[in-house]
């Protein structure tokens, strides 16, 4: 059956129209995408570096923050239990002076340099406690890795270590007569841990357990790490003399 020439010419009409608006739209989505691209390279050039680098993977070094301090960079406490700096025998006061061959000034420079070092690999520290230099050696981990050894602490079944003393009142001071620091102690609670071995307010701890005592926050970590119903041996500086007191720990 033959078909008008005025409809053939509708029809051809109707098809160009639908090709057309699909050029339309193919058009309009390239445009689109190149004005998001250009927002996004906008936004790259324009946001600080340090921003940008926030989500990027980088190494941690198992500590609570990093400061500033004089000859390179402290912290209050190791964090978490069996973490890299835990591992490596740092504790909480220690300056770190070099980290994988490279000096540490600052505590940004200290974030900057575990950016760089990957995730896994073993780095040299230099560190200085009690006005002594010191090498050690730690292995980065990842934010997951840190975040499963706070989990595995925090649901650890044992619960938490108790001393029984302020810890708002404790405070890190300085031994007389050398360069070292330990915490002493204000309030002792009574009929607790510590009152019932017999420390006494005004006790400096120097040691816990084995481990050296510098600040006050490292003194409540190792507290609450320690195994409730454990007997832990705790120097304090006492009159300017070393006591030893053994002390069975009580559980939060």
Same mark, same amino acid.
């Given at each position: 059956?033959?078909?008008?020439?005025?409809?053939?010419?509708?029809?051809?009409?109707?098809?160009?129209?639908?090709m057309t608006w699909m050029f339309l739209g193919l058009l309009i989505f390239f445009i689109a995408g190149g004005v998001f691209t250009s927002i996004i390279n906008s936004i790259r050039d324009h946001v600080p570096a340090q921003i940008m680098q926030q989500a990027a993977p980088r190494s941690y070094a198992g500590v609570d923050n990093f400061d500033t301090t004089d000859g390179g960079v402290t912290f209050a406490n190791v964090e978490p239990p069996d973490g890299p700096a835990d591992e490596a025998g740092l504790v909480g006061g220690d300056i770190i002076t070099t980290v994988d061959g490279q000096p540490v000034h600052s505590d940004d420079e200290m974030t900057e340099i575990l950016r760089r070092i990957p995730i896994g690999k073993t780095v040299d520290v230099i560190y200085v406690r009690?006005?002594?230099?010191?090498? @050690?050696? #730690? @292995?980065?981990?990842?934010?997951?890795?840190?975040?499963? #050894?706070? &989990?595995?602490?925090?649901?650890r079944p044992q619960g938490r270590g108790q001393f029984g003393y302020e810890d708002g009142e404790a405070e890190r001071v300085e031994i007389p007569n050398t360069k070292m620091f330990g915490v002493q102690l204000g309030e002792i609670l009574?009929?607790?841990?510590? &009152? #019932?071995?017999?420390v006494k307010q005004? &006790?400096?701890?120097v040691e816990f357990d084995g481990v050296p005592i510098r600040t006050s926050e490292e003194f409540l970590s190792r507290v609450r790490r320690a195994l409730p119903y454990s007997t832990v041996k705790v120097v304090v500086m006492r009159n300017g003399e070393r006591v030893e007191i053994p002390v069975k720990m009580g559980k939060q």
């Amino acid at each position: 059956m033959a078909i008008p020439p005025g409809q053939i010419s509708k029809r051809r009409r109707r098809r160009m129209s639908g090709m057309t608006w699909m050029f339309l739209g193919l058009l309009i989505f390239f445009i689109a995408g190149g004005v998001f691209t250009s927002i996004i390279n906008s936004i790259r050039d324009h946001v600080p570096a340090q921003i940008m680098q926030q989500a990027a993977p980088r190494s941690y070094a198992g500590v609570d923050n990093f400061d500033t301090t004089d000859g390179g960079v402290t912290f209050a406490n190791v964090e978490p239990p069996d973490g890299p700096a835990d591992e490596a025998g740092l504790v909480g006061g220690d300056i770190i002076t070099t980290v994988d061959g490279q000096p540490v000034h600052s505590d940004d420079e200290m974030t900057e340099i575990l950016r760089r070092i990957p995730i896994g690999k073993t780095v040299d520290v230099i560190y200085v406690r009690d006005g002594e230099t010191k090498n @050690t050696k #730690l @292995t980065t981990i990842s934010r997951e890795e840190m975040k499963r #050894l706070e &989990d595995v602490f925090g649901n650890r079944p044992q619960g938490r270590g108790q001393f029984g003393y302020e810890d708002g009142e404790a405070e890190r001071v300085e031994i007389p007569n050398t360069k070292m620091f330990g915490v002493q102690l204000g309030e002792i609670l009574p009929n607790r841990p510590a &009152d #019932l071995a017999g420390v006494k307010q005004g &006790d400096i701890v120097v040691e816990f357990d084995g481990v050296p005592i510098r600040t006050s926050e490292e003194f409540l970590s190792r507290v609450r790490r320690a195994l409730p119903y454990s007997t832990v041996k705790v120097v304090v500086m006492r009159n300017g003399e070393r006591v030893e007191i053994p002390v069975k720990m009580g559980k939060q």
